[in-house]
């Protein structure tokens, strides 16, 4: 069965510190594969999102995430992280050529940012 | 542009009552997905509705219904209600089944 893994539950980073959130999958083929971020009590804003081509994809709030097919993976990077940062983050995949069918989404990995 | 709308933010029933849920995609888009946050279980796909029609649905039991009228909103309708359906219930539109899926605010609905 299809599932992605967020191996951390949690992570508490400096402001000003680099951030890299795990993401894996398990699909019988290339997925389509995102990340979504959720702050308190609202709903998912799309980062970014890979369907094909360049494996290093540029998201929103300098955000960026890299494609290994070898890995099953889709981390999610930030050089410089920002108070403003600090939110719940969900890896999500949908079958290729599929990208509006149902989401499979990791139990999500939320974020502190300490000053 | 307007993003996904949903309604009411929150919603208050007791157990065995019925809820109903209310969802406006983006303009232009078609497809309207129903999802469940309930704690500790995730983000768990309910149901998609496309061009008018249920197009898949997720392991819930029947009581989760829904339709999507000619104007693409969508309803969800939750029957006996149960405790355990507490959680926050969000909506997603796509322009199509190739789209990406883009979220609304959601309902947070409480069983007591």
């Known amino acids: 069965a299809q599932s992605v893994t967020q191996p951390d539950i949690h992570i508490t980073v400096s402001e000003g510190a680099s951030l890299e959130l795990r993401c894996n999958y398990s699909?019988?083929?290339?997925?389509?594969l995102f990340w979504y971020v959720q702050s308190p009590g609202q709903g998912l804003q799309l980062l970014l999102k890979?369907?094909?081509?360049?494996?290093l994809v540029q998201g929103i709030k300098g955000f960026e995430a890299e494609f290994k097919r070898s890995q099953s993976s889709f981390n999610l990077r930030k050089p410089s992280v920002h108070w403003s940062d600090a939110a719940e983050y969900f890896c999500?995949?949908?079958?290729?050529?599929?990208?509006?069918?149902?989401?499979?989404f990791g139990k999500g990995t939320t974020l502190s940012v300490s000053s | 542009e307007a993003g996904v709308t949903q309604s009411p933010t929150h919603l208050i029933k007791t157990r065995g009552q019925q809820a109903t849920l209310r969802c406006s995609p983006i303009?232009?888009?078609?497809?309207v997905y129903w999802y469940q946050q309930a704690l500790g279980l995730g983000l768990q796909f309910l149901l998609w509705?496309?061009?008018?029609?249920?197009?898949n649905r997720g392991n819930f039991p029947p009581r989760f219904s829904g339709r999507q009228f000619p104007n693409y909103s969508s309803e969800l309708n939750v029957n006996a209600l149960e405790l355990e359906d507490s959680a926050l219930y969000l909506c997603?539109?796509?322009?199509?089944?190739?789209?990406?899926?883009?979220f609304g605010p959601g309902t947070r609905l409480l069983v007591l």
């Open positions: 997603a539109s796509s322009r199509d089944r190739r789209e990406t899926q883009y």
């Open positions: 699909y019988g083929a290339t997925p389509y």
């Open positions: 890979y369907f094909s081509g360049d494996t």
């Open positions: 999500a995949v949908a079958l290729a050529n599929q990208a509006g069918t149902a989401l499979i």
């Open positions: 303009s232009g888009h078609t497809s």
């Open positions: 509705y496309d061009e008018g029609e249920e197009r």
